[in-house]
T-cell receptor, first 113, second 116 residues
Framework: GENVEQHPSTLSVQEGDSAVIKCTYS??????FPWYKQELGKRPQLIID?????GEKKDQRIAVTLNKTAKHFSLHITETQPEDSAVYFC????????????FGTGTSLTVIP | GAGVSQSPSNKVTEKGKDVELRCDPI?????LYWYRQSLGQGLEFLIY????????KSGLPSDRFSAERTGGSVSTLTIQRTQQEDSAVYLC??????????????FGPGTRLTVL
């Protein structure tokens, strides 16, 4: 089945700096890679996703890059703001075992004002 | 429109009791997932429903766990003979997946289960 690893587990940045979170996956058949943001005590919400037919996708201050050969994808947040502080999860589906979605263990991002 | 709802929001039970957790997905969403999130951990896949197809139960941790989805809408996750290690937040999500084309999962607020 799929194995999704996420790094780092915690990340602190100064307001205005950039933050990068990386995930690797094992199932070469995976073709959809979402990123979810979970604020304290709240439900996860999708912030950006990418499909395997593109290498990069941007949405304002957020971008995701995908390297299918190396089987890794990264979340980039530029000009970080205190409201970006949250736990971020990457995920990937596994086709070999059916319809499971495997989530990374999460990155706790703290943006210091 | 209404999002995904779950009930109860909190459930405290004694070890050995059975519990039922309910999920109301977004109307029209064919796909429904159940996940478990332990404190400070990621989301652990439990089960997946897609339309009228047989569910993917491969993530259920033991035979004490079961789930059903009636009429392609509301889903119930049942945990029998609860154990303390079952304590976690149980999240439900729905999406409009079509023929293997994945779409955004919309999560419910979760049910926090505490087994004493």
């Amino acid at each position: 089945g799929e194995n999704v690893e996420q790094h780092p587990s915690t990340l602190s940045v100064q307001e205005g700096d950039s933050a990068v979170i990386k995930c690797t996956y094992s199932d070469s058949a995976s073709n959809y890679f979402p990123w979810y943001k979970q604020e304290l005590g709240k439900r996860p919400q999708l912030i950006i996703d990418i499909r395997s037919n593109v290498g990069e996708k941007k949405d304002q201050r957020i971008a995701v890059t995908l390297n299918k050969t190396a089987k890794h994808f990264s979340l980039h947040i530029t000009e970080t703001q205190p409201e970006d502080s949250a736990v971020y999860f990457c995920a990937a589906p596994s086709y070999n075992t059916g319809n499971q979605f495997y989530f990374g263990t999460g990155t706790s991002l703290t943006v210091i004002p | 429109g209404a999002g995904v709802s779950q009930s109860p929001s909190n459930k405290v039970t004694e070890k050995g009791k059975d519990v039922e957790l309910r999920c109301d997905p977004i109307s029209g969403h064919t796909a429904l997932y159940w996940y478990r999130q332990s404190l400070g951990q990621g989301l652990e896949f439990l089960i997946y429903f897609q339309g009228n197809s047989a569910p993917d139960k491969s993530g259920l941790p033991s035979d004490r766990f079961s789930a059903e989805r009636t009429g392609g809408s509301v889903s119930t996750l049942t945990i029998q003979r609860t154990q303390q290690e079952d304590s976690a937040v149980y999240l439900c999500a729905s999406s409009s997946n079509r023929r293997g084309i994945y779409s955004e999962q919309f999560f419910g607020p979760g049910t926090r289960l505490t087994v004493l």
